[in-house]
């Protein structure tokens, strides 16, 4: 074999294992980027990045160290593109995008480029998958960036809160607030985290989190209403329903439907009871109830969607649930693959 031969066949060996590679290092960098295991370098990540916003410049600036003017420079554009009434559209995702990684331990940029996915942009689509697709977008924004500044509260909190307010999945809320609570923080989010049980409902760690308020802080007067209320109106029937007398809990729940027919903790407590007795029928019935009763309503759109699917009928194309089961399966094939 010819010296010529030798170095195109090394050649063509370098680039075939370099392109099989590829799917496990997109799995590893997700990982490391996503979950947060470790935070990734500004080189690698800015070079990755493909978008109209990429130019020699800007990755001239980030190499030359110049990486924080540069993102000063790509924000203030953004702002630009707000002012003229384009803040709105895809374009500025770009430059968010951008900016979070010129500058990853910048706060700002991570919180609105996830606001962005989430709220802005999800309202630009009828498509659920594509909807679906935006909340995610957004959640990995900010578990990026979590992985970048691992030691303030706040993208913790943001993630919280996209989680409770966005998504309606209450325990995935309860634990990125729960995480924020290890820095300084504002006491609202402990109270957050009790709002989070309350409404799945899961009513004993709803009281606990109240507790928890009024051990740190006794004249929180918030904790203390909440604290009776739920004492009054749905422990007893809770208590029921653990003890499987259901007939009891939802005689019990439905004194309070009757006064509050559109109050969201005893809807969403009456079907969990029929699901807890096994009739999913009436459960399905009772949280698409719930769902009607408010367009905000997505964890119970997400309960009928799971419902439908469980029961073999038509599975409504809810955006939470799609983006829910989707991590769901993720999470089992992780799980699946891993020694």
Same mark, same amino acid.
């Given at each position: ?60 600036? &980030? ?8 993102a000063s420079m790509m924000w203030m554009k953004t702002h ?9 559209? #895809? ?18 940029? #991570? ?5 962005? @996915? ?37 993208? %913790? ?51 606990? #989190?109240?507790?928890? @308020? ?23 029937? #809770?208590? &029921? &329903? ?63 969607? %799971? ?33």
């Amino acid at each position: 074999m010819s010296r010529t031969t030798g170095k195109l066949v090394g050649w063509l060996v370098v680039i075939a294992l370099w392109v099989g590679i590829q799917p496990l290092y997109k799995h590893i960098d997700y990982e490391r980027t996503v979950l947060g295991y470790a935070p990734p370098t500004t080189v690698t990540k800015v070079l990755q990045y493909d978008a109209p916003a990429m130019t020699g410049v800007i990755v001239g600036a &980030m190499l030359g160290g110049f990486r924080e003017i540069a993102a000063s420079m790509m924000w203030m554009k953004t702002h630009s593109m707000w002012h003229e009434g384009g803040g709105t559209k #895809w374009d500025a995702l770009s430059l968010m995008r951008m900016t979070t990684l010129l500058d990853p331990h910048w706060l700002e940029p #991570w919180r609105i480029t996830a606001w962005h @996915c989430a709220y802005n942009l999800f309202v630009e689509t009828e498509e659920p998958e594509k909807r679906a697709d935006l909340l995610e977008t957004g959640v990995n924004a900010l578990k990026e960036g979590i992985s970048w500044n691992p030691d303030r509260y706040e993208l %913790y909190f943001e993630l919280g809160w996209t989680y409770f307010d966005k998504i309606r999945d209450y325990e995935q809320a309860s634990r990125w607030l729960e995480a924020s609570l290890q820095f300084e923080h504002p006491e609202y989010i402990e109270r957050m985290i009790a709002h989070s049980w309350e409404r799945l409902p899961e009513i004993d760690q709803a009281l606990e #989190w109240y507790d928890y @308020c009024l051990k740190r802080r006794p004249n929180d007067h918030t904790a203390v209403g909440a604290t009776i209320t739920i004492q009054q109106r749905y422990v007893p029937a #809770w208590r &029921m &329903m653990e003890a499987q007398q259901f007939t009891e809990a939802h005689a019990a729940v439905d004194e309070y439907i009757a006064v509050s027919p559109n109050s969201i903790i005893p809807l969403h407590l009456k079907a969990l009871i029929y699901e807890r007795s096994g009739d999913y029928e009436r459960a399905l019935t009772q949280w698409q109830m719930a769902a009607d009763t408010s367009a905000l309503n997505a964890h119970a759109r997400s309960k009928v969607a %799971y419902l439908s699917e469980l029961l073999g009928r038509e599975v409504p194309l809810e955006p939470s649930y799609l983006y829910r089961k989707r991590m769901a399966e993720r999470a089992a094939s992780a799980q699946q693959i891993t020694p």
